[in-house]
């Protein structure tokens, strides 16, 4: 990775703050934060918005003597009400729950530094019932019930379970063969499904996935 | 579905290998990446991308609906080298802000073209859309 933040400096004085206050900005009254300002809202723009001020070192946690530049609190109590009676989350609260809004919630939680005290040891294992009965005979993992497997969910599944310690509740071989099914051997890149096209996006989160499955030779990554 | 998908085929060493002989193909995946620096399908997805942030800077509910199949086709993966093939050069160049009336409701008509090429799964009945 590029650290480009000096160069943002140099080129935009105060530039980092400037972004944040942005990012900032598109904080709604009910703690959620809309895409653009045109005002759509979704769990995903407020786990984006944690993981850039993150990033930037702006969270409200990471200046502690400064006076935050968004609500936290107001922040946390919405991804809290995106929970469901399953454990999992949804991307508004009472929506259905699905691993890629999962992630969402559990990764801005885990930036909040507010996971392990909100769900606890309880509800991590009802999460991560979820999340297990998400690997398909196939080894592959998707999204939600009943749905088709799709090895971006290698990623968001994954790292999901990754950040309240679950990874080992599925079949990691499993899970690493069906990945690896999903290759082009010869032109290189990974497809959702065996027979597939393969694209960059999928290609980025099937190594992802092999990442958190401690694939020999990978960089390891960070869930959050 | 990506921004840019192929020009390969997933699965191609399932049925050579069994499982336990899988391996990840590094040299080969970094090169997949490396080419998406030059091939223009991806430049044209960005172009697509650019001109749906243009539209919906004109923030009226017909470019509301625009926006959205723009959306779609530039989110769309499966046959984008010949979909970038039938968009003429006039279209590929423009500066899509200063588009009149007309010749936006044009662009509509092709975007829509787009996600009926894309959702034609059948190869052999692509042709059928064919700008």
Not at chain 1, 84 to 103: C, I, K, L, M
Not at chain 1, 140 to 146: A, K, M, Q, T
Not at chain 1, 207 to 213: D, F, R, V, Y
Request: charged share 20%; proline share 5%; glycine share 10%.
């Amino acid at each position: 990775m590029t650290d480009g933040f000096g160069e943002l400096e140099k080129r935009l004085p105060d530039g980092k703050m400037k972004i944040a206050k942005y990012i900032a900005s598109l904080q709604q009254p009910n703690g959620t934060f809309a895409g653009d300002q045109w005002g759509e809202t979704d769990s995903r723009f407020l786990f984006c918005g944690f993981l850039a001020l993150s990033l930037l070192g702006m969270l409200p946690t990471q200046r502690p003597n400064e006076p935050p530049i968004i609500d936290l609190t107001a922040a946390t109590d919405h991804i809290k009400a995106c929970q469901n009676f399953d454990g999992a989350f949804g991307v508004a609260p009472g929506a259905e729950s699905h691993s890629g809004q999962v992630y969402t919630c559990v990764g801005a939680l885990t930036l909040a530094g507010e996971l392990d005290s909100y769900l606890g040891e309880e509800g991590k294992d009802r999460l991560g019932a979820w999340l297990s009965e998400r690997q398909l005979p196939s080894g592959g993992l998707n999204g939600r019930p009943e749905k088709l497997v799709d090895v971006c969910y290698s990623w968001w599944v994954l790292t999901s379970m990754a950040m309240i310690d679950r990874v080992h509740w599925i079949d990691q071989k499993k899970l690493t063969s069906f990945i690896l099914q999903c290759q082009d051997p010869d032109q290189g890149g990974l497809a959702d499904r065996p027979g597939d096209m393969v694209d960059v996006f999928h290609t980025c989160f099937g190594i992802a996935g092999l990442s958190l499955l401690r694939y020999p030779g990978l960089v390891e990554v960070d869930p959050a | 579905m990506s921004l840019a998908a192929g020009p390969g085929r997933g699965g191609g060493a399932s049925a050579a290998q069994l499982p336990d002989e899988l391996q990840l193909v590094v040299d080969k995946h970094v090169a997949y990446v490396q080419s998406l620096d030059t091939v223009r399908q991806y430049s044209f997805a960005m172009r697509l991308r650019r001109l749906t942030l243009t539209c919906s800077s004109a923030e009226t509910n017909s470019n509301t609906i625009s926006r959205n199949i723009f959306a779609s086709a530039a989110y769309t993966g499966a046959w984008w080298p010949c979909i970038y093939s039938t968009i003429p050069r006039h279209y590929q160049e423009k500066d899509f802000s200063t588009l009149s009336s007309a010749a936006y409701m044009r662009m509509e008509d092709l975007a829509r073209r787009l996600v009926m090429i894309h959702t034609c799964s059948i190869p052999a009945r692509r042709s059928k859309y064919w700008l």
